[in-house]
């Protein structure tokens, strides 16, 4: 989902486009709470400064869960950071390249470095 969105409009957007190809779904959450998509202000300094560390303008999206759109919902905003493909995350051989953690451990440090 999209920040703005619940569960519920995304439900029902996802029936209005089967039913309008002639199919009859029912759909039914899988999880018992709603699965908020993480809102957090990139106008934070935090969050600023860890995209311009970044090289990012603005953030970007994900299209996986993760708790911190639960926490940004009860008032603890966050970012979500990691080296590595997510296709490759909790799997029985998950992994990510050294490459990868090089460069992601020089982006933290940075940041770290950065902060007053």
Known sequence: MLPGESDQTTIRALQS???QRGLK????????????ALETSSSLP????FLGIAGQ???SGVDYFSDAGVLAAGGIPGVLFGPGDIAHAHTPDEWISLPQLEAARVLLVHFLKSLP
């Open 25 to 36: 779904p029912e759909i039914r959450p899988t999880q018992p709470v709603e699965c908020r």
């Open 17 to 19: 486009f089967l039913k």
């Open 46 to 49: 935090l969050v600023r400064n």
């Open 57 to 59: 303008k603005q953030p």
